[in-house]
């Protein structure tokens, strides 16, 4: 089993120790508290933090069901594909069960206890149950794809016995967990940390790893394959899109509120993050794809990793480092449904059963 809670944080500090409920939060100097002072905020009138709402309630709309979902076409999809490519799906579908419960407890141990905005906190509920949908849209792809037990069992533990899905999840953990024992953000070196964990939470896990897993998932289908899969994982990949683009809200609000906080050395740590992820990912896509496989191999998904890394790192308005162009011409031209060109255009509509549109603000 991975270690957790590490002694010391990436940024070389210690686990702060339990503070007493008594403190006081820091204010600004005009008497308004920054969104990560201390506390817990509960007054939603006057509304501070009006984006945060917003988005809530577009989340609300974008409602869907795994009963929704049909993977009746794949498992005779599966019987026709190669060992090769039977042993990528199954390494896929093992992450996807394994990476969602890793974001659900962050956001319960840290982000809902530090974030103090009662706005913000409405979102993290709703992505909280999201969470909860995609963690059993795996399991129903694990059952479905899996019939024997054994096997269903060996993937549930990946993070165990699958050395480079234990990996990604070392990484997660060395980036995040550091801030779950802190009960209050007490100082700068705090709210750094808690930085960290934010930013390796958008833009490392649902911006880097479920990314590149959603490749893998949109290759078969450009091969028309996997329909149902694909089908299940559009929403999915309209949720992460929503949960990336709130992160970002909530580190841009940080940025303003305090500036001095993204300073040369924050910006280095983010971007030696970002480089262990595109890393950790590489060796994923090495047991994957193994030698290499029709239009999927290690030195594309190589090109389509930094891709997407640079666009994080420009995001967070740092310097990209890599400069790749995306090499998956099926990513660029299928479509996806309405989902339409991941690279340049935004999604939008994807709505089940309400009107209305949700525009994201981050280009994938």
């Not at 982000?111 to 906190?121: C, D, F, G, Q």
């Not at 995609?134 to 060996?154: G, W």
């Not at 289908?221 to 970002?248: I, K």
């Amino acid at each position: 089993m991975p270690t957790r809670h590490p002694t010391t944080a990436p940024d070389g500090q210690r686990s702060a120790p339990e503070r007493s409920s008594s403190e006081l939060h820091t204010t600004t100097t005009t008497g308004e508290k920054n969104l990560l002072d201390p506390g817990f905020e509960l007054t939603l009138r006057p509304m501070r933090y009006p984006d945060f709402y917003e988005r809530y309630r577009d989340a609300i709309k974008n409602t869907w069901t795994v009963e929704e979902v049909d993977l009746h076409s794949d498992v005779a999809d599966l019987a026709k594909m190669t060992a090769e490519e039977q042993h990528l799906i199954g390494r896929l579908v093992a992450f996807f069960a394994t990476g969602d419960s890793i974001v659900a407890n962050n956001l319960v141990l840290t982000l809902y206890k530090h974030i103090n905005s009662p706005e913000a906190r409405l979102y993290l509920s709703r992505q909280l149950f999201e969470e909860a949908v995609h963690v059993q849209f795996y399991l129903t792809l694990l059952d479905t794809y899996l019939p024997d037990p054994e096997d269903r069992a060996a993937a549930f533990a990946a993070v165990e016995n699958i050395p480079s899905i234990r990996e990604k999840a070392e990484f997660c953990f060395k980036w995040m967990d550091s801030v779950e024992k802190l009960d209050r953000l007490e100082s700068k070196a705090d709210r750094r940390r808690f930085l960290l964990n934010l930013i390796c939470f958008a833009a490392c896990i649902e911006g880097l790893f479920f990314y590149g897993a959603f490749a893998y998932v949109y290759w078969f289908r450009s091969r028309g394959l996997l329909h149902g899969l694909a089908t299940g994982t559009n929403w999915v990949f309209r949720d992460e899109t929503m949960h990336m683009s709130f992160a970002f809200e909530v580190v841009d609000t940080v940025r303003k509120e305090e500036p001095e906080l993204f300073d040369e050395a924050l910006q280095e740590q983010v971007t030696d993050m970002l480089k262990g992820a595109v890393e950790a990912e590489l060796q994923f896509a090495r047991d994957l794809c193994g030698d290499g496989l029709p239009g999927m191999n290690t030195d594309s998904m190589r090109e389509y990793l930094q891709c997407v890394a640079d666009q994080r790192l420009a995001r967070l308005g740092f310097a990209p480092v890599y400069g790749s162009e995306n090499p998956f011409s099926f990513m660029e031209l299928q479509g996806v449904q309405e989902l339409t060109n991941f690279f340049e255009r935004r999604p939008s509509a994807y709505q089940v059963a309400v009107e209305g549109s949700v525009s994201f603000d981050d280009e994938f």
